[in-house]
């Protein structure tokens, strides 16, 4: 095990972080916590490496630096992490919050949020919106694919059991809890790490081993759960407002018309009695244009 020299990039509030589910202290008036970091790459890292040791998903950090190699970053090469957050605004204060345009999901129980990355269901198998509820929690589970599943297996060449029992070639992992929405969802462990972060599931929600064990001892039966798809998050923190944005899943306009993210912005200030002259619009067309995912201020250092 090495470690990175870290240089605070962007520093919002004190955070623990790991190898596991970022832990922060929930306060109900804070919508925005962590810290985006910069960090010096040494010779034998990968991105894929740096996302599971800050806990971040494959996605997350390949936009966070679209000009890094993500197989060979040099030794030396600053390397963004994006560990910054801006709660959901419709998200759970009792629950498990999870927001496909992120691939990342929220849990909050009493005082405690801890958010991780997730992967998703990929195009042909979307993972569902909505509010459900947890209604089975199982370790050691064993799998039973579908029909469906299994006929997308033999079109490949390959042959699925109707029954993977549990161990390393089970893509549930040691631990999965059943969401009560029709089709047999499951927020789970995975025998493939590496897919944290991506579109890569039939629909159901994999977490790296080590967070899913912090979210199943958290839950319970009756735990709600809503998936979401808010591609952009805005808060207010101090005297500064602050954007994130990520690309869709599910709606082309808010990725390609920089108009819907203006309206937002327009709309947000409004609403929360903010001088829109406080707005520098050339900071929220730029983070437009990067869809980064990274938070970024877009009010003016003078604000007051």
């Known amino acids: 095990m090495h470690f990175n020299k ?8 004190a955070f623990n972080n790991s190898h596991s589910s970022t832990l922060f202290l929930y306060e109900s008036s804070k919508q925005v916590y962590g810290e985006t970091l910069e960090i010096e790459a040494m010779y034998e890292d990968t991105l894929v490496d740096l996302a ?3 806990n971040l998903g494959f996605n997350e950090i390949i936009q966070a630096n679209p000009t890094v190699d993500k197989w060979l970053p040099g030794e030396g090469t600053l390397v963004k992490i994006p560990s910054a957050y801006i709660l959901p605004n419709n998200y759970l204060k009792d629950g498990i919050t999870i927001n496909l345009s992120e691939f990342r999901g929220y849990l909050i129980q009493n005082s ?7 992967g998703i269901g990929r195009m042909d198998w979307k993972t569902p919106l909505g509010l459900s509820e947890i209604d089975l929690k199982l370790e050691n589970p064993a799998w039973y694919p579908p029909k469906t599943v299994r006929d997308e297996y033999k079109l490949e060449g390959l042959i699925l059991d109707a029954i993977v029992p549990p161990g390393p070639n089970n893509p549930l992992g040691k631990l999965a809890m059943r969401i009560n929405i029709p089709g047999g969802y499951f927020i789970h462990g995975t025998n493939r790490p590496d897919g944290v972060g991506m579109e890569i599931s039939h629909g ?3 977490l790296f081993p080590e967070d899913i064990k912090e979210v199943f001892k958290m839950s ?7 998936v979401i798809d808010e591609p952009i998050k805005l808060a207010k923190s101090g005297n500064k407002i602050f954007l994130q944005f990520h690309h869709s899943k599910y709606d082309s306009i808010v990725n390609e018309h920089y108009s819907y993210l203006e309206t937002k912005v327009i709309n947000y200030v409004t609403s929360n009695n903010i001088d829109i002259d406080s707005i520098n619009w050339i900071k929220v067309k730029k983070v437009f244009e990067e869809k980064s995912g990274l ?3 877009i009010s003016y250092e003078d604000q007051t």
């Open 52 to 54: 599971r040791t800050y």
């Open 295 to 297: 938070i970024d201020q």
């Open 204 to 206: 159901c929600i994999r």
């Open 6 to 13: 870290a240089i605070v990039f962007f520093f919002l509030f």
């Open 220 to 226: 319970s039966i009756g735990t709600r759960v809503l």
């Open 112 to 118: 405690k949020l801890i958010t991780f990355p997730v």
